[in-house]
């Protein structure tokens, strides 16, 4: 592996977040981030560290640079241009910055949001069973939530925080819709993996994924293979000798362990459009709407987007395979086993109808 890989303590510190942001005697007044939002433009949301964590805006795009102003997790800026530091930090494999209004801020802290406002509907699709809903994408960096029902008995994501909300790139199943202080509100849930709780959420924050947009790509080929290379923290697809797709991604943060992704070779055999994600403990976790979602291991490493940080080619995770949004997409519709739009999961037993994953170091 490479020897930027890091421990979980050595990540903390080399972040620049302080998770123990509210144990300080004071911090600096909280910037005037956007929160509101215009349609195709580009922003990025603070997506590194718990509630409350902080870290700093620079006046260039290095690390020792003076501060501009302190900023919060969940704080999102518009993104004017990417570009490379204009001083070299030994620390960070990533020298990425982003350029903002007011300053400058490192790209793998933030997670990049192509904005957009969106068609609300009015009549949920009738599903082949008989049930009505959807599956639709948040496409706003950030929009908050009304949990129905009592919040202290929801999820910890949910009752953790003093305002939970929804971020960009999150995949969720609505199941009923209402007009409410004036405007149209869906009611969302989650399929797979969570507590069943349902909260409603502005309407226009969500775009419908329609079944046509999660089709098989290149159903008629042969011989699929992934490949996640734990050294250089990239994926190859291959169909027979052939690369059809590359991405970089994060995989486990640690070489040998519990938060390790395992070397070998292995099989897809549960796929989900979208899936809630959690663990408990030191390292605790409760992640929900993870989108195209693809298990390939039995202690339930899988490929699938991550929306809360954007360091990918660099080894931070629980275990898993992390991609950018548009990178897991593609690798869900293309590998097997196949799934439909509803209930949207397919689980398959023995090695038939799967693709091989190979993980290598």
């Given at each position: 592996?490479?020897?930027?890989?890091?421990?979980?303590?050595?990540?903390?510190k080399m972040s620049g977040m302080v998770m123990g942001a509210l144990a300080l005697p004071k911090l600096e007044p909280r910037t005037q981030a956007v929160e509101q939002f215009i349609d195709g433009k580009l922003?990025?949301?603070?997506?590194?560290?718990?509630?409350?964590?902080?870290?700093?805006?620079?006046?260039?795009?290095?690390?020792?640079?003076?501060?501009?102003?302190?900023?919060?997790?969940?704080?999102?800026?518009?993104?004017?241009?990417?570009?490379?530091?204009?001083?070299?930090?030994?620390?960070?494999?990533?020298?990425?910055?982003?350029?903002?209004?007011?300053?400058?801020?490192?790209?793998?802290?933030?997670?990049?949001?192509?904005?957009?406002?969106?068609?609300?509907?009015?009549?949920?699709?009738?599903?082949?069973?008989?049930?009505?809903?959807?599956?639709?994408?948040?496409?706003?960096?950030?929009?908050?939530?009304?949990?129905?029902?009592?919040?202290?008995?929801?999820?910890?994501?949910?009752?953790?925080?003093?305002?939970?909300?929804?971020?960009?790139?999150?995949?969720?199943?609505?199941?009923?819709?209402?007009?409410?202080?004036?405007?149209?509100?869906?009611?969302?849930?989650?399929?797979?993996?969570?507590?069943?709780?349902?909260?409603?959420?502005?309407?226009?924050?969500?775009?419908?994924?329609?079944?046509?947009?999660?089709?098989?790509?290149?159903?008629?080929?042969?011989?699929?293979?992934?490949?996640?290379?734990?050294?250089?923290?990239?994926?190859?697809?291959?169909?027979?000798?052939?690369?059809?797709?590359?991405?970089?991604?994060?995989?486990?943060?640690?070489?040998?362990?519990?938060?390790?992704?395992?070397?070998?070779?292995?099989?897809?055999?549960?796929k989900m459009i979208s899936l809630h994600m959690s663990a408990g403990g030191v390292s605790q976790y409760d992640s929900p709407g993870i989108a195209w979602t693809l298990l390939y291991h039995s202690d339930g490493?899988?490929?699938?987007?991550?929306?809360?940080?954007?360091?990918?080619?660099?080894?931070?995770?629980?275990?898993?395979?992390?991609?950018?949004?548009?990178d897991a997409k593609w690798i869900w519709r293309w590998s097997e086993p196949y799934v439909g739009y509803y209930p949207g999961e397919q689980t398959i037993q023995g090695f038939v109808g799967n693709t091989t994953?190979?993980?290598?170091?």
């Amino acid at each position: 592996m490479k020897n930027w890989k890091l421990s979980r303590r050595e990540f903390l510190k080399m972040s620049g977040m302080v998770m123990g942001a509210l144990a300080l005697p004071k911090l600096e007044p909280r910037t005037q981030a956007v929160e509101q939002f215009i349609d195709g433009k580009l922003y990025g949301r603070i997506a590194v560290g718990d509630v409350g964590a902080w870290t700093e805006m620079r006046s260039e795009p290095n690390v020792d640079a003076p501060v501009v102003k302190t900023i919060y997790r969940d704080d999102v800026f518009e993104i004017k241009r990417e570009l490379v530091a204009n001083k070299l930090d030994p620390n960070r494999y990533k020298q990425r910055w982003y350029e903002t209004p007011e300053g400058y801020v490192h790209s793998w802290m933030m997670q990049p949001c192509r904005s957009y406002y969106n068609p609300v509907v009015n009549a949920l699709p009738e599903q082949a069973d008989g049930q009505h809903g959807m599956w639709v994408e948040i496409t706003i960096p950030k929009v908050d939530i009304q949990v129905q029902g009592s919040k202290e008995n929801s999820s910890y994501w949910i009752r953790s925080v003093p305002q939970p909300r929804l971020y960009y790139s999150q995949v969720h199943w609505v199941s009923d819709i209402r007009q409410h202080n004036g405007r149209t509100e869906y009611l969302l849930s989650e399929k797979y993996g969570a507590l069943p709780d349902q909260y409603w959420v502005d309407a226009r924050a969500c775009r419908v994924i329609t079944p046509e947009e999660i089709a098989p790509i290149h159903p008629e080929a042969g011989e699929k293979r992934i490949v996640v290379d734990l050294y250089n923290q990239t994926l190859y697809a291959f169909e027979g000798k052939r690369e059809v797709y590359f991405c970089e991604v994060s995989t486990g943060y640690v070489k040998e362990g519990k938060w390790t992704t395992t070397p070998g070779v292995h099989h897809t055999w549960r796929k989900m459009i979208s899936l809630h994600m959690s663990a408990g403990g030191v390292s605790q976790y409760d992640s929900p709407g993870i989108a195209w979602t693809l298990l390939y291991h039995s202690d339930g490493q899988a490929i699938h987007t991550a929306y809360w940080h954007n360091n990918f080619g660099v080894a931070l995770s629980h275990g898993c395979v992390n991609c950018l949004p548009h990178d897991a997409k593609w690798i869900w519709r293309w590998s097997e086993p196949y799934v439909g739009y509803y209930p949207g999961e397919q689980t398959i037993q023995g090695f038939v109808g799967n693709t091989t994953v190979e993980v290598i170091e």
